[in-house]
């Protein structure tokens, strides 16, 4: 059974809503409200599946109303009933599932509920599911072991990406079209960004993916559930003890790659920075680790990983000395200094700094 509640300033619009959904007996009406300010405090405690909302209603915008009923219940579905078709953009940048205009014809009313029933099958399938979302090395968001969303352009995947990156958080839209289409003139800009949080939308629901699981509210802000996120797992684990080598070793299995590697986003920099300087400190812990245990091999391994991730730390090159002295392999460390030393002058300039010199000499 499916629960839904109406909400709707004028009464006859009620009764007409109650009219239409007594043809459909898998679908159950737990509430009718004309006053939408207790309606959202009701719809907090019954938490149905769907709320069909009245857009113009004196009381409260049923556009504000609808962004407190997804704060108080996230998996509920809006469905907006307006009589002016100019609130049909904003409704679906809110997320909504459909919206229907007035009057309302029963042909038009069962497209909704077909709509309703998909979702209602798909949130059933999502439970038994597990949505991971991917950045480091590719980008993809998939059920696992299936085939990731297919995006329908590269902006909207970009779009998504520029989201999920700052998941959480309010975003004004003037940052949207400052980040991502800045070059583009004002108008065309807002009808972009428009376009792809409705294809962002329908490439979720079609995925079959819950708004218990992903959604954006009216302030652009994506909301996220129970998912495997690669990049919000990695923050979660550098907050942790990192002296824990199993803590550790998780963390260094998420970093399959560059954040976001091949999408040339000049918004992503600093965040790949960040999350690069992560992975090189966890290597650096582990080979520490490995050194104090006498796993040498398993020690190299990590250095030599983060040497290949940025060459130009100079923490990476000393403990790789070290370890190659420590461990008899004096050809390793002069082919590795000599290396090292190449690099720096060639891309910046400069000689490696004394301590690093005073070790190489101690070899020879």
């Known amino acids: 059974m499916i629960n839904v509640v109406l909400v709707d300033d004028e009464r006859p619009a009620l009764k007409g809503l109650e009219f239409l959904l007594k043809e459909y007996p898998q679908i159950s009406i737990t509430g009718m409200y004309t006053n939408p300010l207790t309606a959202i405090e009701e719809i907090g405690r019954l938490k149905p599946q769907v ?9 409260l915008r049923g556009i504000d109303a609808a962004s407190r009923i997804l704060d108080l219940s996230a998996r509920t579905d809006i469905v907006f009933v307006t009589a002016f ?4 953009v904003e409704a679906f940048d809110l997320y909504a599932l459909d919206y229907l205009l007035k009057p309302i014809t029963p042909e038009r009313f069962k497209k ?22 991917k950045c480091m090395g590719c980008f993809q968001v998939a059920w696992d072991n299936q085939e990731p969303i297919k995006w329908r352009t590269e902006k909207t995947k970009e779009l998504f990406a520029f989201l999920l990156q700052n998941n959480g958080r309010n975003i004004s839209k003037d940052e949207l079209l ?12 807002i009808r972009q960004l428009y376009n792809g949080i409705y294809y962002i939308r329908k490439a979720l629901e079609e995925y079959g993916i819950d708004r218990s699981l992903t959604r954006i509210d009216s302030n652009y802000n994506l909301m996220l559930g129970p998912v495997d996120f690669d990049v919000r797992r990695i923050y979660e684990l550098s907050k ?7 803590m550790l070793e998780e963390m260094e299995t998420l970093y399959t790659g560059e954040y976001l590697a091949g999408e040339d986003y000049q918004w992503a ?7 690069r300087k992560l992975s090189q400190e966890c290597l650096i812990k582990l080979a520490r680790q490995y050194i104090k245990k006498g796993y040498y ?35 390793k460390a002069v082919m590795h200094f000599k290396s090292y030393s190449e690099i720096l002058k060639e891309d910046l300039g400069i000689e490696p700094n004394d301590k690093l010199n005073g070790i190489y000499k101690s070899i020879k």
Request: hydrophobic share 35%.
């Open 269 to 275: 920099y600093f965040e790949r920075e960040g999350l």
């Open 51 to 59: 709320v069909f909302l009245d857009i113009n209603m004196p009381q």
């Open 112 to 133: 909704t509920i077909e709509r309703v029933m998909h979702k209602n099958k798909a949130v059933r399938k999502s439970v038994e599911r597990r949505l991971k979302i």
């Open 297 to 331: 091999d398993k020690a190299e391994s990590k250095l030599t990983k983060a040497y290949s991730q940025n060459p130009y730390e100079e923490m990476i090159t000393e403990l790789l000395l070290q370890l190659y002295i420590a461990t008899g392999n004096k050809s």
């Open 85 to 88: 078709d100019q609130y049909a």
């Open 178 to 189: 400052d980040k991502l289409w800045a070059e583009d003139a004002p108008e065309k800009a």
């Open 240 to 246: 942790k003890d990192m002296h824990d080598s199993d």
